[in-house]
């Protein structure tokens, strides 16, 4: 396994939508374990392919209770209910600001072996996949926020980038 580069906003491929994978291959096993390694590193509970500089819909994440969760080509079917909780990103380092979300999702996906599957997720696991599936959009959290909110916590991320005083854990070796 290795550690990836994380892509601070607002760099590419961050903003941009991610190519559907069709390519099950063992490189995409690779990529899904590398990605897993950087976001424990980073100490970050999702992370999306994008954010490692792939514009594929490959999401991963873990809330250090279960075990860890591959989605290729995950689709937000349903949406239900709304709750405001506190997100950071791991290509925001640093930032935070409460965000509107679904409590509940119905997500299909696919695993690393192209095998489709549904499921349902409530509460934190269902932030962590909108959040991701997000990244997928090329939509960062501050994109969920009213005009007046997003102004403000982009112009506190500039001045976070100005300062230096982000976190993202660099790699070395």
């Known amino acids: 396994m290795a550690l990836l580069k994380i892509v601070v906003y607002p760099n590419p491929p961050l903003m941009d939508v991610a190519a559907p994978v069709t390519d099950f291959s063992e490189r995409l096993q690779q990529l899904a374990d590398d990605m897993l390694e950087t976001m424990y590193h980073n ?11 792939k514009s594929i819909r490959l999401i991963v994440y873990c809330d250090y209770v279960s075990d860890p969760v591959c989605l290729v080509n995950p689709e937000i079917l349903e949406r239900h209910g709304c709750e405001y909780s506190e997100e950071g990103c ?4 640093s930032l935070y600001a409460t965000v509107p979300r679904a409590k509940s ?3 299909r996906a696919q695993d690393l072996d192209g095998s489709p599957f549904e499921f349902e997720a409530e509460d934190y696991i269902a ?3 909108q959040h991701e599936c997000d990244h997928l959009e090329g939509k960062v959290f501050p994109d969920r926020l009213d005009l007046i909110s997003k102004s403000s916590v982009l112009k506190e ?3 976070l980038v ?3 005083k982000t976190t993202t854990k660099p ?3």
Request: charged fraction near 20%; hydrophobic fraction near 45%; avoid cysteine.
């Open 162 to 164: 100005r300062s230096g």
């Open 90 to 93: 791991l290509s925001l380092p």
């Open 157 to 159: 991320w500039e001045e």
């Open 105 to 107: 999702i119905l997500v």
């Open 43 to 53: 100490e970050g509970v999702g992370l999306a392919a994008p954010q490692v500089g």
């Open 127 to 129: 932030r962590i996949i």
């Open 171 to 173: 790699i070395t070796d």
